[in-house]
């Protein structure tokens, strides 16, 4: 039996029972800085993230209707709040910055 589908999206439904009627996407390497930095979401490897997250516009559109993500996509929709909105103060926010871009 595989495991249930689950979406690694804490804040969504589909995050605790999973749900078959969606679409679960896996989680690509590129989105995990992202979800990991502006959200504080950790993605492991085998996670998946489900189709509520991502806009009808980063679909692209098959002949078949199946539903198929381009692959510049990245989810966008109904994540929970960033983690900078959660900080009042801001000099908090630059001192925990600890990776440098340079
Ligand atoms: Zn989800």
């Not at 804490?10 to 749900?19: E, H, I, L, Q, R």
């Not at 516009?57 to 510049?72: D, E, F, H």
Request: proline share 10%; with cysteine; charged share 20%.
């Amino acid at each position: 039996m595989p495991p249930p589908r689950r979406c690694c999206i804490p804040v969504c439904d589909n995050s605790k029972n999973g749900n078959s009627k969606h679409i679960f996407h896996a989680v690509k390497n590129g989105w995990k800085p992202m979800l990991k930095n502006l959200y504080g979401i950790s993605c492991n490897g085998g996670s998946k993230i489900c189709e509520k997250h991502f806009e009808a516009s980063m679909y692209a559109n098959m002949m078949t209707g199946s539903k198929r993500l381009l692959s510049t996509a990245v989810p966008s929709l109904q994540l929970p709040p960033p983690l900078a909105f959660n900080t009042v103060d801001v000099e908090t926010t630059a001192m925990t910055i600890d990776e440098s871009p340079f």
